[in-house]
């Protein structure tokens, strides 16, 4: 049974400062990783995934994958308040998605 | 384009009813996926489609729990009676291909389940 874990939060940054965030997995043959952003009363939405060892960024989110580690991060620059939200962590199985609790970001003007 | 569609948006009925849940995909998507997420348990797979056949339902709770798709534009899910525990919002998703690791799924708006 694969499992993700996450720290649920919140984590609070200030406007303009970088945010990470952080989730480990347990099983050591996953390829690749999904991260959605999930607004309060609203469905998960598609940030990007992440399937090589190394980063990968899009605009002011970057994807990393340490699978030495079985650690994955998202870190996202010049942070703004409509980025608060809460971020989960995905593990793509063969077929199907194995979800961490998320971790809850809020961003401060 | 229309993204996925589930309805109803909002359901509350008594312990012991019928529930039906529903949901359309992205046209031309070959995979659907039920969700159910809780405080507790976060997000869950319930059970996953290729193709309209049933492929993993290892996450159904229970005997209570029926998920049917009887065409590519259509799927339900049925709780049948309803418990309070069964609580939740009950996520929709689709993706193209067959759920590979690259395959990417849209969440549909959710349909918030409260059982009294």
């Not at chain 1, 043959?29 to 940030?47: C, M, N, T, V």
């Not at chain 1, 899009?58 to 998202?74: M, P």
């Not at chain 1, 979800?99 to 961003?107: C, E, I, N, Q, R």
Request: with cysteine.
């Amino acid at each position: 049974q694969k499992e993700v874990e996450q720290n649920s939060g919140p984590l609070s940054v200030p406007e303009g400062a970088i945010a990470s965030l952080n989730c480990t997995y347990s099983d050591r043959g996953s390829q690749s990783f999904f991260w959605y952003r999930q607004y309060s009363g609203k469905s998960p939405e598609l940030i990007m995934f992440i399937y090589s060892n190394g980063d990968k960024e899009d605009g002011r989110f970057t994807a990393q994958l340490n699978k030495a580690s079985q650690y994955v991060s998202l870190l996202i620059r010049d942070s703004q308040p409509s980025d608060s939200a809460t971020y989960l962590c995905a593990d793509s199985g063969y077929s199907t998605l194995t979800f961490g609790k998320g971790t809850m970001l809020l961003v401060s003007p | 384009d229309a993204g996925v569609i589930q309805s109803p948006r909002h359901e509350v009925t008594e312990m012991g009813q019928e529930v039906t849940l529903r949901c359309k995909p992205i046209s031309g998507h070959n995979s659907l996926f039920w969700y159910r997420q809780t405080m507790m348990r976060g997000l869950e797979l319930l059970i996953y489609f290729n193709n309209n056949v049933p492929i993993d339902d290892s996450g159904m709770p229970e005997d209570r729990f029926s998920a049917k798709m009887p065409n590519a534009s259509f799927s339900t899910l049925k709780i049948q009676p309803s418990e309070p525990r069964d609580s939740a919002v009950y996520f929709c998703a689709s993706s193209l291909g067959s759920g590979g690791a690259t395959d990417t799924q849209y969440f549909g708006p959710g349909t918030r389940l409260t059982v009294l």
